[in-house]
């Protein structure tokens, strides 16, 4: 495969992962009458609905409205011909969580649909998820496991990826009981000891390039993946994993805390930052991990874990909360509680199993000082259950929202994460 076509696969997969959508003809306008989108307990949210095309109404054109909590059957339904004016409907909550707006408007033979998710008292959203007694005992053996293992380095240089001023390796470490951590490893050509940035993944499983931005900035970057297999493989070989012997990865053994998926990716989380505080360039007190969605929890695990983290920079968290549709609203991503997984996986051992994963369990452990954003659109990693993790952390933090956002963010968004996360680094 060619260079060239290697990296339009790249941009393409980053664009899909975690870039806003397309634009569509038919623009569906819903406005809360709260800016901010936030509301008190028992306050009437009204919406205010249009639906226009070429910037005019469409008329006669059936227009179908639901509200209710995310990912819960809507409580209130109706439908209209779109007129020459808004259609405004209005409900509320009697307690703490999301109210979720949805229009789908039928035009010709298309469908579009939008909404606007409204937050209720959301600093009193609580975790619902129990904590094992044992829970430190539990990680400290397994960390303790993890330091016997030796870290047996091997770095492949990557000419074609470097840059004037940042060289670019394939990194290969061992990992929590054999399994190998591959990555790559960005290192600024400039000498003397630098702040690090440790890249941990969404979910999902693909290739892997250089964060050249960062690194000729001065920071080294390490970006790893976390299935145990080399990061710049054909693009075909990730495809073929994702729809054949990784497929729905994060279910694979959740009945049980020490065979489960992400117990070796957790652990090899700290066992990247081992090789990198290993590093002769880094400069020490000054790593940060950050990541989106399974990367945004897979940060929130390694600064629970590991007191070297010095920041923490997240975006839209999974793995929150898992038991929240236990009690009528959203549990977090992979939703092991849904309709469609609620019969295979609501049994004893895998509920006793998640207990020992969940971020709202690991966000009480952060002591370091993070930045957090999301918005409140989000379907992939319902609002609900970041808030739930999110209001466990009671160490210095700062939530940047971008309401109308869903599972993906603005570049904006990223630039206000980067630049914190420099102020923060470059303050040691």
């Known amino acids: 495969m060619t260079r060239a076509f290697l990296f339009l696969f790249l941009i393409i997969h980053s664009y899909i992962g975690s870039s806003q959508p397309l634009e569509q003809p038919v623009k569906i306008i819903i406005t809360p009458n709260h800016s901010n989108w936030e509301y008190n307990i028992g306050e009437k949210a009204t919406f205010s609905i249009q639906a226009l095309k070429n910037g005019t109404y469409l008329k006669n054109t ?12 809507p409580f209130l339904e109706d439908s209209f011909q779109n007129q020459s004016m808004p259609y405004v409907v209005a409900s509320e909550l009697t307690k703490p969580g999301f109210l979720r707006c949805v229009v789908t408007v039928y035009e010709n033979s298309n469908t579009y649909k939008s909404m606007v998710t409204v937050g209720y008292d959301i600093n009193s959203i609580q975790s619902t998820t129990n904590e094992p007694a044992d829970f430190d005992q539990f990680w400290k053996k397994s960390l303790n496991e993890l330091s016997d293992v030796p870290l047996d380095i091997k770095l492949t240089p990557l000419p074609d990826k470097s840059s004037s001023r940042s060289n670019v390796f394939q990194v290969n470490i061992q990992g929590y009981q054999g399994s190998r951590i591959y990555g790559i490893l960005c290192m600024p050509k400039k000498s003397g000891k630098h702040p690090a940035i440790l ?4 979910a999902g499983i693909r290739p892997y390039g250089p964060d050249l931005e960062m690194a000729d900035s001065g920071y080294i970057v390490l970006s790893i993946g976390i299935h145990g297999i080399p990061v710049v493989l054909d693009p075909s070989i990730y495809n073929n994993l994702e729809t054949g012997a990784l497929k729905g990865y994060f279910f694979f053994n959740s009945n049980n805390k020490d065979k489960y998926y992400y117990k070796r990716v957790y652990l090899n989380c700290i066992r990247a930052i081992d090789f990198v505080v290993s590093l002769p360039e880094f400069k020490p007190n000054s790593l940060a991990v950050t990541g989106n969605s399974q990367g945004g929890a897979l940060s929130i695990v390694s600064a629970a874990l590991d007191k070297r983290v010095n920041y923490l920079a997240v975006i839209h968290p999974a793995l929150c909360d898992f038991t ?4 009528g609203r959203a549990g977090g991503w992979p939703h092991f509680y ?3 997984n609620l019969d295979k996986y609501n049994n004893k051992e895998t509920k006793e199993t998640l207990e020992y994963f969940d971020i709202a369990n ?14 409140f659109n989000d379907e992939t990693c319902p609002p609900t259950s970041m808030f739930a993790a999110f209001n466990n952390v009671k160490s210095q933090k700062k939530l940047s929202l971008y309401l109308d956002t869903g599972h993906w963010f603005y570049k904006e968004q990223k630039s206000e994460l980067n630049n914190w996360l420099i102020n923060k680094l470059n303050q040691n």
């Not at 059936?62 to 059957?73: H, T």
């Open 338 to 340: 849904d309709k469609q």
């Open 324 to 327: 929240g549709y236990f009690f």
């Open 62 to 73: 059936k227009i179908k409205i639901s509200l209710g909590l995310e990912k819960m059957n």
């Open 362 to 375: 690991f966000s009480k452990r952060i002591s370091q000082t993070g930045f957090y954003t999301w918005g």
């Open 199 to 202: 890249n941990l993944p969404g």
